[in-house]
Structure formats: C-alpha cells, structure tokens
C-alpha cells in the first residue's frame, strides 16, 4: 500500500490516507467486504443503504466491514428519496450506524437537513452529493461538513443541467468554501492531480472501481466492463426529470422509446426501472435487463483487479502528473524572486 502522499481537508476531516472517495453503489452493490478493502486501501468508502434487501442486510453489511477494518472509520451512503417519508426512511436508520462505528454519511437525493441534526449529534459526519454547484450552495447553508458536486459524465445521477465535470471543479472551487469533493468521469491518478489542482480536497469514483475483486457482482459483469471504451452510457428518463446515466441495454433502449414516444408518466417506465432487474444483472452476469449505472470512465477500468491495486495504480498516476508539471514549468518561484 502507497504512504500518504497527499494531506487535504478531507484526508483530514476523515482520517484518510488518499484523497480518494469511492461512491455508494446500488442497488446493494457496495456492500461491508468491497467498504471495508476501500477502507483499508486508505480511502473512504459507503455502504448503500438502499438496498433492495432489508435493514437486516444492513446491519449485517455494517458488522462485517467493522470486523474487517480494525478499527478505522467507515462509511454509509444515504439516497433520500424526494418521495414523502424518504427522509423518515433514513432517520431511522441512525442509531443502527451510531452504535456500529460509522464515521461518515454520504447523502445524496433530496436535502439532508431532516436528518442533519439526528447525524450530528451521533457525531457522523456528512458529505452531500449533488449534480450542480447550485445545489452545493443550499447544503452548505443547511450545515453539512462537506460537499461532493459530480459533474454530467458521472454513472448514475447527473442532475437535469448535465455540466461536465472540469466545469463544475473549477467553478465549485471557486464558489464553495467548504472541503470539496468532485467526481464524475474520474478514473486515473491524473484526473485526482487535476482536481486537486483545480482546487478540490478529493475525488469520488464509481464507475471505476466496478472491476474491483472484492465487489460481488458476476465475473463475467466485471469481463465485459474491461472490455468496454465508455461509448455505451447513455442519459435516460429525462421526461421524467429523473436523469440517469447507464448502461446502453434493452431497458436503456426501452426506456428511450418511452422517451421517444413522449411519455411522462412513471408507471410506463416502472417495469423497465425497478431496483430488482438491476440487482438481477448484477447477480447473473446477463446484463441486458436494468437500469444499470455506468459512466464513461469504463474506459479506465481495464482489467479486474484488487481494490488496493486500483487505488495504487491511481495514487502512482497522481504523482507521475505533478511530476509532469514541475518538469513543464519554466518559470519557476525562485526566479520570479529573482527577476524581482
Ligand atoms: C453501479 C453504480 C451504482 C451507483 N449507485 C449509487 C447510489 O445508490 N447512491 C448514490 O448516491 N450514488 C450512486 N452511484 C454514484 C457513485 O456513488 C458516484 O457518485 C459516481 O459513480 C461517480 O461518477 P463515475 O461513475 O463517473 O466515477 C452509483 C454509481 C455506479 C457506477
């Protein structure tokens, strides 16, 4: 495992050796083994609490990271669905995290100010994600600790304004004084040098990290990811307001020609959409049904191999793309002094 190489407000704030945050992953994908080797590769990473199973997968979910990391801080992610009791839905999910060693909550979806307050006092801290630097203000206003702003290539949810991710860095950096996590697209140590050169404190991953051993998915899933180029994410249910990048397979198609045929009523996309066809492909490998969510960074995942590896291999690259900038510079600090 690589020595800290990079101290930041979140390796700080988390206690993390990289500054490296890998996204939850549903439905019920990032589960406690794949956290726990994120965790002791010396990144952050979130257990999905939505997860088709129940609380008790949870809950065991979370033992078995904790029996696993020795002590260090882990995290939970929580989608607030912007649905009525989306957020009571979570709430109640606290105690379990408090008393169990979570350190870290990843929101996402609506607002997490219902269950800001309940998080602070089990002394977690919180880390809203949002798909627009717009959004990021409103958090920092409600009081979270962190903020992560994904850009338009990310797998999963990129918000109705799809900015791309080198946009939304900069103008994130720029805006948000908080510490700051950018993702979307990011799948090589030379993306972290830029982010953090643009003025961000970490990244998050996900689509990158689906080849990585410890994940259950199917073999044969992880196979094809490898050998994909990242031309095969598509933008769905965007009648619905509901964008969502994914995987270009028979659902993704059907659900275009939903699109296509001007439909905007949930009920039409629901058997095309539900959580289960997803976790279904997962489980079997056959990935033609599901939404399945994926983005371009595919392309950097090229062969299946251990987190640790992964994470290595990404801190390697950081180095290798500051070192190609010090060599770039012609000017230097100590001869502005000079010439002064
Ligand atoms: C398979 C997969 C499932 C995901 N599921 C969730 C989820 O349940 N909740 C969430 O907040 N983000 C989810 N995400 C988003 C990731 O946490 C992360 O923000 C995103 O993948 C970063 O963009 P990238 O895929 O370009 O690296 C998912 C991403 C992937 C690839």
Redesign the pocket.
């Known amino acids: 495992m690589r020595p800290q190489v990079m101290k930041t407000r979140i390796t700080e704030l988390l206690g993390i050796r990289h500054p490296i945050l ?6 019920g ?2 589960d406690g083994k794949y956290v726990a080797a994120v965790v002791n590769a010396g990144c952050m990473g ?1 257990i ?1 609490a ?1 997860s088709p199973a129940d609380e008790d997968w949870l809950e065991h979910q979370i033992a078995m990271c904790r029996s696993l990391v020795g002590g260090k801080g882990f995290g939970v ?1 929580m ?1 607030i669905s912007k649905l009525a009791g989306g957020a009571d839905r979570m709430r109640k999910l606290i105690p379990l995290l408090a008393d169990n060693g979570v350190t870290c909550v ?1 929101t ?2 609506a607002s997490p100010d219902a269950i800001l307050p309940a998080l602070r006092e089990a002394g977690i801290v919180v880390i809203h ?1 949002v798909p627009a630097v717009r959004y990021a203000h409103t958090a920092a206003r409600v009081g979270v600790d962190a903020v ?1 702003v ?1 850009g338009a ?5 990129p918000g109705t304004f799809l900015i791309g991710t080198m946009v939304q860095t900069a103008h994130a950096a720029r805006d948000i004084s908080l510490p700051l996590v950018v ?5 090589t140590g030379s993306h972290i040098a830029a982010a953090l050169a643009m003025g961000a404190d970490a990244v ?7 080849v990585s051993e410890e994940l259950w998915v199917h073999p044969s899933y992880k196979e094809h990811i490898a050998q994909l180029d990242g031309t095969q994410s598509v933008v769905v249910k965007k009648l619905l307001r509901d964008h969502h990048r994914v995987l270009n397979n028979e659902s993704a198609r059907d659900v275009l020609a939903l699109e296509n045929a001007g439909s905007a009523d949930f009920e039409d996309y629901r058997p095309h959409v539900v959580g289960a066809l997803a976790h279904n492909a997962y489980s079997t490998g056959d990935l033609r049904q599901g939404m ?6 595919a392309v950097f995942a090229n062969k299946v191999q251990s987190v640790e590896a992964i994470v290595d291999e990404l801190i390697d690259e950081a180095l290798a793309a500051s070192q190609r900038l010090d060599k770039l510079r012609v000017v230097t600090s100590q001869n502005i002094v000079a010439a002064e």
Not at 22 to 27: D, K, M, S, V
Not at 292 to 297: C, I, K, N, S, V
Request: net charge negative; aromatic share 8%; hydrophobic share 35%.
């Open positions: 890998c996204g939850g992953l549903g439905p994908v990032s979130f999905v939505t992610n989608y990843e996402a979806g994600k992560t994904v290539d990310c797998g999963g949810h993702g979307g697209g990011i799948g998050v991953l996900g689509t990158r990290m689906m399945l969510d994926f983005g371009p960074a």
